[in-house]
């Protein structure tokens, strides 16, 4: 059973920066999602299992920078200019696709959700 452990979320105020972490017990391509009160999941980015590529939601594109160590099992979402628009619980997620995938279904494994607040 692959597991997921994020961190790294907590209050900025809006224009701050946070960086998510998180440690896989393998090397997978991996994604970011989150949900915001009221709304559904949604994509936010994703990496290949290689890290040579990725994909990122046009809301956060320019803001947002998912990364990985080489040969590492950690993906990071390092996040700057942060709007209130970005408060959400961010999931990571594991796929054993080996492509940076956008679309949730595709991901076999998810980690419980790091709460990320953004005040104005």
């Known amino acids: 059973q692959v597991q997921l452990v994020e961190s790294g979320g907590g209050l900025v105020q809006a224009g701050g920066s946070l960086r998510l972490s998180c440690a896989a017990s393998?090397?997978?391509?991996m994604g970011w999602f989150r949900q915001a009160p009221g709304k559904e999941r949604e994509f936010v980015a994703a990496i290949s299992q290689g890290g040579s590529s990725t994909a990122y939601a046009d809301s956060v594109k320019g803001r947002f920078t998912i990364s990985r160590l080489i040969g590492k099992t950690t993906v990071y979402l390092q996040m700057n200019s942060l709007e209130p628009e970005d408060t959400a619980v961010y999931y990571c997620?594991?796929?054993?696709?080996?492509?940076?995938?956008?679309?949730?279904?595709?991901?076999?494994?998810w980690g419980r959700g790091t709460q990320v607040t953004v005040s104005s």
């Open positions: 997620a594991a796929t054993l696709s080996t492509f940076a995938t956008r679309q949730q279904y595709e991901y076999n494994f």
């Open positions: 393998g090397r997978y391509a």
